[in-house]
């Protein structure tokens, strides 16, 4: 700004209109969620826009960033009311995501707003790993696809079988036996690779994107991403669909908010226990070898014929023991076949394909990846409220619905003139 506008402004009076702006973001997002949830059935579950979007999707998934609260005790700023600094030509700039995150995380908290839901509580895990906590990110999406009177693409693409790609990409997506839901998997709605090994196939391409995101916990979540749908439309849309991981969270709000969506398993994550199944126990080779035959029956949608042969592997191995090791074959295979049952009915791609469904979550990966860019890092510690503020700005920021332009034009016809100023404590 001192370059471009000649107009000198502190870090620290960034960072405060970055917390202000965003608060009244998050304020306004809670009247938009309350006035959602007060609709009647028939209206809340109905399509506000005209027309309709042809292919809504939604997809969820999680980032990471640290907090560090205060503890309740501190004292804050205390003396006669100050004014805080209004929001001048600088507001723009502010809001665009430089502030730095430890000092907003030094702010004084300030009162939650009413109708507002508590941040999610630290996981056991969490808890272990010390100030991470987990935010929670939804990307919505209006697609454009053909669909098909049979499966485009009944033979899987070269790369899912590629034994030089296929390793990394497992390992990438996996810490020990656990699959990382929070890690990023390349595939070819993204790659582009070898076009022309399903050639009256193409992906599903994106049209316009918007993002919600929270540190709020996932009933509310929920509720945040259901009301972001319904403003878009997307209940009314001919062809739905919810497409996320594993992750007991994602299914419980699509039972809640999207149960006509037609539900997908990311086809990267069964991939991922697909391989670590038939290579528990195994050498390269001959686990290479089940791999592909695994993975060929998942993608022409014949779950079953897997669950049957991982049954028979099973009985082979015996079941694990209660503290036997996470990396063991026995254990491998076990979480391998709990997985393929409690999500079969989520694993039909021969019929997503066929009607024009994306079947990989890369699109909220690569979503993730942005917002962990602006809140995630070593150095970056965040207050409940700064953190709150500053993932409503940059979901604002990466939407292609430009809710911030609506923003700003009806903050500026609001405007009083008047200064706000703190109460004195």
């Excluded at 309350?34 to 027309?51: H, I, N, W």
Aim: proline letters at 7%; hydrophobic letters at 40%.
């Amino acid at each position: 700004m001192l370059n471009l506008a000649r107009l000198k402004i502190s870090e620290k009076q960034v960072e405060r209109l970055t917390k202000r702006i965003g608060q009244e973001r998050v304020d306004q997002r809670q009247s938009q969620v309350q006035a959602f949830l007060a609709l009647p059935v028939t209206e809340k579950f109905a399509a506000p826009v005209a027309p309709p979007p042809d292919l809504a999707v939604v997809s969820m998934d999680g980032g990471r960033l640290q907090i560090r609260d205060r503890p309740s005790g501190d004292a804050v700023d205390s003396g006669a009311a100050r004014p805080v600094a209004a929001v001048g030509p600088a507001s723009d700039a502010a809001v665009a995501g430089v502030a730095r995150p430890v000092a907003v995380a030094e702010a004084p908290a300030e009162a939650r707003p009413v109708g507002s839901a508590p941040a999610a509580e630290p996981s056991p895990s969490e808890v272990r790993r010390g100030h991470w906590r987990e935010d929670k990110i939804g990307l919505l999406m209006t697609m454009t696809s053909a669909e098909s009177a049979v499966d485009p693409c009944p033979t899987i693409p070269q790369t899912f079988i590629n034994p030089l790609r296929i390793p990394k990409l497992v390992r990438e997506l996996r810490k020990g036996c656990a699959p990382r839901e929070d890690a990023v998997a390349e595939s070819p709605e993204t790659e582009g690779e070898d076009p022309l090994e399903c050639p009256e196939y193409t992906p599903p391409t994106v049209r316009v994107k918007s993002m919600v995101a929270t540190r709020h916990e996932a009933e509310s979540f929920g509720e945040i991403v259901a009301a972001a749908a319904q403003a878009r439309g997307f209940y009314g849309a001919r062809r739905k669909a919810f497409l996320g991981d594993g992750a007991e969270s994602n299914w419980a709000v699509r039972k809640r908010w999207f149960s006509d969506f037609v539900a997908i398993l990311d086809f990267i994550h069964v991939l991922s226990y697909i391989f670590a199944a038939a290579m528990a126990g195994r050498g390269f080779g001959p686990g290479w070898e089940v791999y592909v035959r695994w993975i060929s029956w998942v993608w022409q949608g014949h779950v079953l014929k897997v669950i049957k042969e991982l049954e028979q592997r099973q009985a082979d191995l015996g079941l694990p023991g209660r503290d036997e090791s996470e990396t063991s074959p026995r254990r491998v295979v076990a979480e391998a076949l709990r997985y393929l049952k409690n999500h079969q009915d989520q694993m039909r791609y021969d019929e997503y394909r066929r009607l024009g469904l994306p079947i990989t979550s890369s699109h909220v990966e690569s979503t993730v990846k942005q917002f962990n860019r602006r809140v995630k890092g070593t150095e970056k510690f965040w207050s409940e409220e700064g953190a709150e503020a500053l993932l409503q700005l940059r979901a604002d920021y990466l939407s292609e619905t430009e809710p911030m332009e609506k923003f700003w034009q009806e903050r500026e016809v609001g405007a009083t003139g008047r200064r706000c100023y703190r109460r004195a404590v």
